[in-house]
Structures are given as structure tokens and as C-alpha cells.
């Protein structure tokens, strides 16, 4: 098991090798949350600029954060509109969202858009943790066949691409990103020793207490907290994936490498498993760089715990109908509620002088901005974190209009130290960060 920052850490100590702990400065970290089918625009601007805005009624949930949040207006996707390719605005949304490339209008084999911001990052520093980027999703991925339009489902999937031709599946199990985070499955443990640990409902704490008790004898109190709190948020979270795969699958039942779908019913408890799983990712400073679809574009959920039971697209469609705005305000709501959580719950971690949010950049938003105009200008994005004190958060940043979202990206490429000249469809950086 890897390690959180702690004040034991530096200078290097002869503690620091001990379960996979170094001795380093917290890095900085970049995270992109993508919501689909956009947002009902005429209530999401807030008023005001500067420190001096007030929410609108959708973004309210961002009072409780408002220090560390800025909302970023008159940002564009231009590579997301049509451009001669007729429909398919949400294929092209999800495609174009961190690429900033417009995708090659097909639904076979024969893809193309562009590499992802987000990739950009992780090839510059790979090698420099276990993993160079994380991606995590909460609806599955499709690599063939036609999702919209005449695109390949592959675009509306997907954020995440290393290639032009070559997106990066999205991990949607918490049990599979929990064992990939610790190492634990198939390549690492027999068939039968795990079948035993799940029968058996084993921690993965119960392989290190050893080393854990050897480690703790030479930490200073604060130390010794800090991991025992850590142990106890590793334990808490294997037991909530525990109890999503009993009622999904009996585990004493798994003898082969098959999975349990593991999947939770609630997409609240999915969505904030998997928030769990990419914070733990950035505290143990297993990747520096991640990804989270929270649906894919175009989905048609439901949100039956909001009273919701159309789907998403479906209501985003609405034409004015005034009971269906009010049902996508609530879904917005949510979405907007969920990521001052995710948010919060960043600022909650302590870390060196500071927070772990104080050293990460997180992106939230979509390509298109209406849902029901299907526009690609006046995107709907936050920006949250210092970024590692490179950042002024708590602000409404109102840029002109059709001004490229790339040009955030490409900023904050340089706040990870990797510098590129153009990224996308990029005229150069945002000076207002």
C-alpha cells in the first residue's frame, strides 16, 4: 500500500520506503468531470463578475464552496459544432470536450479526432507515478456501432484519447479500480486466494499490519493520526463495496476471476464511489491526472431519487415545456450539488501546508451549453483548486465570447510544467486564472 503525505516525509527518512511512501513536495494534480447534454443555460450564469458574483438558481450549491470555485464564462468548443457534418452534436461534444478537434464524421472503424488534454499531461510525466492518468466513468463504453447520427458510439463514450485514433476505456467498477489502486487481483493473487479474500471479506489492511505497525513506531502524533484516519477511510470504503456486491452477487460464489458487476443501483452511491476512489487516487499520489464521465453524452438516465423518471436526453429536448425545464433544473442541480461535494470533500484532505485541494485543478462541464439549443458556445464550466498556489479561485470570469476552451486547458497545462504551443483548436492561454 502506498502512502499519504506525511510530515515524516521530508527530509527522506528511513520510514519513507516503507509500504511505497517517498519523500516529495505535494505535486500538483488535474482532474476533468464531464456531465452530459449540457445544462438549462437561462439559469446558469451567475450575477456578477469577480469576487462579486451570486449564484443563479442552479449553481446555489456552490455557495457552500464559493472560496475555492470559479465559474468561467464565454468559453467555446468550435470543433463541436457541425462544420458540414450535419447532426450529431453529442458525439461531437464528448469527442471535441478535451481534444478540442473536431471528429471524423464515421461510424466504422475508421475514427479520428485528436489527443486529449488530459494525455497531453499524462505523457510528459509519465514514470512518475504508478499510473500515468486514471480514467473512470459511471456508464459503460461502446467501441463500435453508431450512437448518433452517424458518428461511432466510440465518440460519445469517451473523453480520454492518447491517440487520434485511440481512446482510453474508462474503469466503471469501484471494486476493479479499488484492487488496481492496491494491487490486488488477477495477476497478483491465485484464483483461489482470491475467492478466499472475498468469501472471507478480508481487508486489503489485513496483508500490511506488519509493516503498518513498524511504520507507526517511528511517526511522530500527527503522523500516526494521519494514517490511522487513512486506514480507516481504506477500510470504510472497501466495506461500502462490499455491500454494493452482496446485494449484486454473492461473493462466496466466485471462484474465477469473473468479476461481481459491482456496479451500485443507486447512481448517487456509484457516482460518489467512484469520486472516493479517484481522491484516494491523488492523496497516495498514484496518478497526478484522471478523468470521470459521469454519464456518457446523450444519456438518457433516470433520476428517480429526484422524482425524475424520464431520461435525461429525453427532457434536455424540452422545446419549452415548462414541467420538463423544471425536471432538467433539478438533474443540473444535482450535477452541481455532487460537485461541491467532490469539492469539499478535496479540501477535507490535509495536506503539507495546506489542503490536497490547494494542489489540484479540477474541470467540471460539458461541450455543448443548452441542451435544448445544442449549442457549443458559452459552455457551462467550473474551474476548482489553487492548483499548487498558481491559482486565484472564488471568482466568476467572464471572457469574450467564443473565446476557446483550450486556451483553459492549455493554461493549465502549464501549471502541470508541460508547456505546448497549441492544443486543439487553442489562440493562446487564459490570463485571468
Known amino acids: 500500500m502506498a502512502l499519504p503525505w506525511l510530515e515524516a516525509m521530508p527530509p527522506l527518512s528511513r520510514l519513507s520506503s516503507v509500504m511505497g511512501a517517498t519523500a ?55 470543433n463541436a459544432k457541425a462544420l458540414g457534418d450535419g447532426p450529431g452534436d453529442h458525439a461531437r461534444s464528448s469527442a471535441c470536450f478535451l481534444t478540442g478537434a473536431h471528429p471524423h464524421k464515421t461510424a466504422g472503424s475508421d475514427i479520428a479526432v485528436g489527443i486529449s488534454a488530459d494525455q497531453v499531461a499524462a505523457r510528459a510525466l509519465e514514470g512518475q507515478t504508478r499510473f500515468s492518468s486514471l480514467e473512470l466513468g459511471c456508464e459503460g463504453g461502446r467501441q463500435s456501432g453508431d450512437c448518433d447520427s452517424g458518428y461511432a458510439c466510440v465518440y460519445s463514450t469517451n473523453i480520454s484519447w492518447r491517440s487520434a485514433r485511440t481512446p482510453n476505456a474508462k474503469e466503471t467498477n469501484p ?22 479474500r472475498l468469501r472471507t471479506r478480508r481487508s486489503i489492511l489485513d496483508y500490511v499490519r ?10 511522530g502524533k500527527a503522523d500516526r493520526l494521519r494514517v490511522d484516519e487513512y486506514f480507516e477511510s481504506v477500510r470504510q470504503l472497501e466495506q461500502r463495496i462490499e455491500v454494493v456486491e452482496t446485494m449484486e452477487q454473492d461473493p462466496s460464489q466466485l471462484t474465477t476471476f469473473e468479476r461481481p458487476e459491482g456496479i ?69 442541480r444535482f450535477h452541481v450539488d455532487a460537485y461541491a461535494k467532490f469539492i469539499e470533500r478535496l479540501a477535507s484532505e490535509p495536506e503539507g501546508e495546506g489542503t490536497l485541494l490547494d494542489n489540484c485543478m479540477v474541470v467540471y462541464g460539458s461541450a455543448i451549453g ?58 493562446g492561454r487564459l490570463s485571468t486564472l
Open 264 to 332: 451500485p443501483g443507486d447512481y448517487r452511491e456509484h457516482l460518489d464511489l467512484m469520486s472516493e476512489l479517484m481522491i484516494l487516487a491523488f492523496k497516495l499520489d498514484l496518478t497526478r491526472v484522471s478523468t470521470f464521465m459521469w454519464s456518457n453524452e446523450g444519456s438518457n438516465r433516470s433520476f428517480p431519487f429526484l422524482d425524475v423518471p424520464e431520461g435525461h436526453h429525453q427532457l434536455s429536448h424540452h422545446k419549452g415545456d415548462e414541467s420538463m425545464i423544471e425536471k432538467i433544473r433539478r438533474i443540473d
Open 24 to 78: 516529495a513536495t505535494p505535486p500538483t494534480r488535474l482532474a476533468f468531470l464531464f456531465v452530459p447534454n449540457g445544462v438549462n443555460a437561462p439559469q446558469w450564469a451567475p450575477t456578477g463578475t469577480g469576487t462579486a458574483w451570486s449564484p443563479s438558481t442552479l449553481l446555489e450549491p456552490l455557495e457552500r464552496v464559493r472560496e475555492h470555485v470559479s465559474i468561467l464564462s464565454g468559453l467555446a468548443h468550435h
Open 210 to 219: 506488519v509493516d503498518a505497525r513498524r511504520l507507526a513506531a517511528g511517526l
Open 175 to 196: 471494486r476493479r479500480l479499488f484492487e488496481r489502486l492496491f494491487e490486488v487481483g488477477p495477476g497478483r493473487e491465485t484464483t483461489a486466494a482470491r475467492a478466499e
Open 370 to 427: 443548452d441542451g435544448n439549443r445544442h449549442n457549443h458556445d458559452d459552455l457551462p464550466i467550473l474551474l476548482a483548486g489553487r492548483g499548487g498556489g498558481t491559482l486565484s479561485p472564488g471568482r466568476h470570469l467572464a471572457h469574450e465570447k467564443n473565446t476557446p476552451l483550450c486556451n483553459l486547458y492549455a493554461s493549465l497545462l502549464d501549471r502541470m510544467n508541460v508547456p505546448v504551443d497549441t492544443l486543439g483548436d487553442s489562440t
